[in-house]
T-cell receptor, first 114, second 113 residues
Framework: EAGVAQSPRYKIIEKRQSVAFWCNPI?????LYWYQQILGQGPKLLIQFQNNGVVDDSQLPKDRFSAERLKGVDSTLKIQPAKLEDSAVYLCASSPDRPQETQYFGPGTRLLVL | GENVEQHPSTLSVQEGDSAVIKCTYS??????FPWYKQELGKRPQLIID?????GEKKDQRIAVTLNKTAKHFSLHITETQPEDSAVYFC????????????FGTGTRLQVTL
């Protein structure tokens, strides 16, 4: 089966610019996650979708980050405006029906904010 | 929310030796504990997980043990090989409605020849 797809793989922007990341989960997976992984740290959950509804966005900096999952499949994560501290790898993951199933991660988007 | 602590942060072992990584968690209602391996520049991949109804689970050279009373779980890798070199993350769920995973800070394992 095809894995979780993400694009772009790398992005370099200047601070105060905007950027968007795209994720296509494994077909049929109901739950989709966006994580932020800063160098040397574990992934930190930003937002979790169940189908096309948000079930947890408690750690999403909502003044600059937004995410949507239209039609319960693909998802986009946007940062506007970006700050230096947003430099990280943004990982998308998906899992089948229940949150406590195996999460399958995409390759990530490495963002550098200058 | 869940607090997960992971030790050590780095671990160097010789090929063939065993490696043990430990994690503690704070939410006594947590019932699912996965371990992920992340090679340099790659995505995290699940290597083993354990649910709270068992105390130990083994898969070839990898095992995980769980002590619910003490709220800690450990990853054991026996007969280590150079390809085991990676960063290992433990995780535990919050038991709220979202059951989101909180990840540990990671252990960089280096297996030397």
């Amino acid at each position: 089966e095809a894995g979780v797809a993400q694009s772009p793989r790398y992005k370099i922007i200047e601070k105060r610019q905007s950027v968007a990341f795209w994720c296509n989960p494994i077909s049929g997976h109901a739950t989709l996650y966006w994580y932020q992984q800063i160098l040397g740290q574990g992934p930190k959950l930003l937002i979790q979708f169940q189908n096309n509804g948000v079930v947890d966005d408690s750690q999403l900096p909502k003044d600059r980050f937004s995410a949507e999952r239209l039609k319960g499949v693909d998802s986009t994560l946007k940062i506007q405006p970006a700050k230096l501290e947003d430099s990280a790898v943004y990982l998308c993951a998906s899992s089948p029906d229940r949150p406590q199933e195996t999460q399958y991660f995409g390759p990530g988007t490495r963002l550098l904010v200058l | 929310g869940e607090n997960v602590e992971q030790h050590p942060s780095t671990l160097s072992v010789q090929e063939g030796d065993s490696a043990v990584i430990k994690c503690t968690y704070s939410d006594s209602a947590s019932n699912y504990f996965p371990w992920y391996k992340q090679e340099l520049g790659k995505r995290p991949q699940l290597i083993i997980d354990i649910r709270s109804n068992v105390g130990e689970k083994k898969d070839q050279r990898i095992a995980v043990t769980l002590n619910k009373t003490a709220k800690h779980f450990s990853l054991h890798i026996t007969e280590t090989q150079p390809e085991d070199s990676a960063v290992y993350f433990c995780a535990a769920p919050n038991t709220g409605t979202a059951s989101k995973l909180t990840f540990g800070t990671g252990t960089r394992l280096q297996v030397t020849l």
